[in-house]
């Protein structure tokens, strides 16, 4: 058998006409997705020019002599088609086919700069590659597209126009490079795979989904073994579902859908995109969440209706392992490119793909192309990036065949942030009959200020309660002040471990491992009837599926409170749940927490004043409108430089990919893992661990056993002792695991560590 090394020398040795018209098959067939099938063909012939220089094919016979050759199919693009526009359009994405796609002309900023612009690539001399013309006359394949054949203009045919203004056709373009750059990559990707792992590409190839109408069917079977009880809530989640059904028909594009938590949008938003899906002849369906615990909440109960195969799941938590090897490999696969009819994913993978510049994470963006995707808790999208990230939405369904669907309780009012102008279509009708079914399930009252005492007084006063306070530090100091009141009580005896004695605590202290455990213990003594005492920050709010009888909330933004308000009498088994919000305060002084949730209590404080002291739902839109105004959707600039007219007028030259890489992040926190091996999973991954070759290839493993802390306090931990670095990791020694992390609260802070809970 032959080695890599021996296969790759084999591989570019057996005829460079092979290769390159492999690659642009590939290319130009997924380029075609969105009309530009010869731009990707030009890309395939084009972007291993320089493999045809004698310097390469000395490096094959075993010369360590680096050579480029990524640069010289850059230049051969702008010989072609000219150093302006379509020439420069695919400068950019052949000479970032291998090391990510770069700035135009100025070095980057920041952490994780690192690539020449191209303007200073363009000029350096590179390995003569004549020898790369007489490959072009070998073949019919290799004949590269006139400037006739690849048309104007530079931007995909759009079905609905933003505008004809300049700053609209600089995004546009920018959105095209990275499709193509996509195309490319995901090509050459698996065009070597083909060569170099032919076991990985008959995987692959072998992969047995189902089609879009196959999995329409699966789920109109699923849905009809559904509960026909009549109340007024199944009749809510019935109209709901008939809503999308209907709507499915519409032409493809924006698409809202507000609909009251508990509502049924998940399996009824589902039943929208597979039947437009089919309708328009789409390819796949994209399931973005901002949670990870929700993505794979959703995952699993989409597995059960259509099997494991035809569901990807991505995010940094999946472990394929989890799966058998067979289909954890296929999974793995799949990951890389989303070649599969249903992808489950979080909106940080989904969006920081979309402006990415890496070739691994760029690959699979142009399979976004002719999909339908589903923002699950759109209001989520970071007020810093909103701008851009709508900008991006728009191009989506303008020029690459997407519908997208913004979906939430607490719909957001982006018809006046919109960048192009564009007016989502409402998808649902029948909201009478929402009002009948939800809109008394729960009463409001405002508590104004509570002393700790108080709050603590009157959550041990219910019997099933959550309460949802602003931060970590907060939910810990209420849950641990409710032990000791409960123990006071006699609420709480001998040794029993709290959640035997219903007293829970949910924070992002803890691991994702460890939340999933305590959320099924709630779950069942909900179900059980039995006494639950919860304090949680806002991380049980959004796809959460519990409900309480009463639920307390720290004010916070409007949309948190109705968010809250939907794990409080869901399913309307009671006349009406009590939802409590109130202000937090210790000795006589209100808790603030950080600016920005400052702000956006200020914002509510006021419209419930305005609205007698009362807080309504009806408040969201008011709330939203006075948050927009007074945010800067654009913090970063990242729109502003995207949409400078230079773009296009100065011929594509300063397209700064590589910086809108680096900035565009939608968690901006600098934070560090602290892998806790707790429990008898935790334990094992630990020994896989330490007896891994690479410690780094783990990663997506030990994200379900760590708890994510700043990088200013990771060095607090480090310096305790309890903490050991293994390769990348700081992990926590298995001898101070019960000094460092409670089964009650998760991970406590340096100085922290000699409390011990009372009943453990």
């Known amino acids: 058998m032959l080695t890599p090394m021996a296969r790759k020398a084999a591989w570019l040795a057996s005829g460079s006409r092979i290769i390159f018209s492999a690659v642009s098959e590939r290319a130009s067939s997924f380029a075609d997705r969105f009309g530009m099938k010869e731009w990707g063909r030009a890309l395939g012939i084009l972007h291993d020019a320089g493999k045809s220089s004698e310097a390469f094919q000395r490096r094959l016979q075993g010369s360590a002599q680096h050579v480029d050759h990524s640069t010289a199919g850059a230049k051969i693009a702008l010989d072609r088609y000219g150093e302006y526009g379509v020439g420069r359009l695919l400068a950019y994405a052949v000479a970032a086919h291998h090391g990510g796609l770069m700035n135009g002309i100025t070095s980057s900023q920041g952490a994780g700069s690192s690539l020449t612009p191209l303007e200073q690539r363009l000029q350096k001399?590179?390995?003569?590659?004549?020898?790369?013309?007489?490959?072009?006359?070998?073949?019919?394949?290799?004949?590269?597209?006139?400037?006739?054949?690849?048309?104007?203009?530079?931007?995909?045919?759009?079905?609905?126009?933003?505008?004809?203004?300049?700053?609209a056709r600089c995004f546009s373009v920018y959105v095209l490079a990275r499709m193509l750059y996509s195309s490319l990559v995901d090509a050459d990707y698996l065009d070597t795979e083909h060569f170099m792992t032919p076991d990985a590409s008959q995987a692959r190839n072998d992969q047995k989904r189902a089609s879009i109408p196959e999995l329409l069917e699966m789920l109109q079977a699923h849905l009809a073994t559904k509960s026909s009880m009549?109340?007024?809530?199944?009749?809510?989640?019935?109209?709901?579902?008939?809503?999308?059904?209907?709507?499915?028909?519409?032409?493809?594009?924006?698409?809202?859908?507000?609909?009251?938590?508990?509502?049924?949008?998940?399996?009824?938003?589902?039943?929208?995109a597979l039947k437009h899906a089919k309708q328009y002849g789409m390819d796949r369906v994209i399931i973005a969440i901002p949670f990870t615990s929700i993505v794979e909440q959703t995952a699993a109960v989409f597995k059960s209706i259509f099997g494991s195969e035809n569901i990807l799941e991505h995010h940094s938590n999946y472990d394929f392992s989890d799966l058998d090897d067979e289909e954890g490999y296929a999974q793995r696969l799949t990951a890389q490119n989303w070649d599969a009819p249903i992808v489950v994913t979080t909106n940080v993978q989904l969006f920081e793909s979309l402006?990415?510049?890496?070739?691994?994470?760029?690959?699979?963006?142009?399979?976004?192309?002719?999909?339908?995707?589903?923002?699950?808790?759109?209001?989520?999208?970071?007020?810093?990036?909103?701008?851009?990230?709508?900008?991006?939405?728009?191009?989506?369904?303008?020029?690459?065949?997407?519908?997208?669907?913004?979906?939430?309780?607490?719909?957001?009012?982006?018809d006046m942030v919109w960048p192009f102008g564009s007016k989502p279509r409402e998808i649902t009708v029948h909201k009478d009959s929402f009002a009948e079914a939800f809109g008394s399930r729960v009463v409001y009252e405002t508590a104004g200020v509570l002393e700790k005492d108080q709050l603590v007084s009157q959550l041990s006063e219910c019997d099933q309660v959550l309460c949802v306070v602003g931060t970590k530090a907060e939910a810990c100091e209420i849950y641990r002040e409710l032990v000791r009141q409960g123990d006071k009580d006699g609420m709480a005896h001998g040794q029993d471990p709290l959640s035997a004695q219903?007293?829970?605590?949910?924070?992002?202290?803890?691991?994702?491992?460890?939340?999933?455990?305590?959320?099924?213990?709630?779950?069942?003594?909900?179900?059980?009837?039995?006494?639950?005492?919860?304090?949680s920050t806002q991380l049980v709010e959004a796809g959460v599926d519990v409900d309480f009888p009463v639920v307390y909330r720290e004010l916070a933004g409007i949309d948190s409170l109705v968010q809250a308000a939907g794990r409080c009498n869901r399913e309307g088994r009671n006349d009406a749940g009590i939802v409590r919000v109130f202000e937090y305060a210790i000795e006589g002084e209100r808790q603030r927490t950080s600016p920005w949730l400052e702000k956006m209590k200020d914002i509510?404080?006021?419209?419930?004043?305005?609205?007698?002291?009362?807080?309504?739902?009806?408040?969201?839109?008011?709330?939203?409108?006075?948050?927009?105004?007074?945010e800067d959707l654009d913090a970063k600039g990242l729109f502003a430089r995207l949409t400078d007219t230079n773009i296009v007028r100065s011929t594509f030259k300063?397209?700064?990919?590589?910086?809108?890489?680096?900035?565009?992040?939608?968690?901006?926190?600098?934070?560090?893992?602290?892998?806790?091996?707790?429990?008898?999973?935790?334990?094992?991954?630990?020994?896989?661990l330490l007896a891994a070759e690479n410690p780094a290839a783990l990663s997506m493993r030990l994200q379900r056993h760590s708890v994510s802390v700043p990088r200013w306090l990771s060095r607090e931990y480090g310096q305790t002792g309890a903490f050991e670095s293994i390769g990348p990791f700081l992990v926590l020694r298995e001898d101070r695991l019960q000094d460092f992390y409670r089964d009650d609260v998760g991970l406590v802070k340096p100085g922290e560590e000699e409390f011990r809970p009372l009943f453990f």
Request: charged share 20%; glycine share 6%.
């Open 604 to 630: 509510a404080r006021s419209l419930i004043d305005e609205n007698g002291g009362t807080v309504s739902e009806d408040l969201v839109r008011p709330f939203f409108e006075v948050r927009y105004q007074t």
């Open 355 to 414: 402006f990415a510049n890496k070739p691994g994470k760029s690959r699979k963006v142009h399979s976004i192309a002719n999909s339908v995707i589903i923002l699950d808790e759109a209001q989520t999208l970071p007020d810093s990036l909103l701008t851009l990230s709508l900008a991006m939405l728009e191009e989506l369904t303008f020029g690459y065949g997407a519908t997208i669907v913004l979906c939430t309780a607490t719909q957001p009012a982006l």
């Open 654 to 688: 300063p397209i700064p990919f590589e910086q809108i890489a680096i900035d565009y992040r939608i968690i901006d926190e600098d934070t560090v893992p602290l892998i806790i091996p707790r429990g008898a999973d935790g334990a094992k991954e630990l020994e896989n």
């Open 125 to 167: 001399e590179v390995e003569p590659y004549d020898a790369f013309f007489d490959l072009l006359g070998e073949s019919d394949l290799l004949a590269l597209p006139s400037a006739s054949e690849l048309g104007l203009p530079f931007v995909p045919h759009r079905k609905t126009a933003p505008g004809n203004n300049v700053s």
């Open 502 to 535: 219903g007293y829970f605590h949910l924070s992002a202290a803890m691991t994702p491992s460890h939340r999933s455990e305590v959320l099924d213990q709630i779950r069942q003594r909900l179900k059980e009837g039995k006494r639950c005492v919860v304090v």
């Open 230 to 272: 009549d109340s007024p809530v199944n009749r809510a989640r019935q109209a709901v579902l008939s809503d999308c059904v209907a709507a499915a028909e519409q032409e493809p594009g924006l698409f809202s859908l507000t609909v009251p938590t508990g509502g049924g949008k998940t399996l009824s938003s589902l039943a929208f």
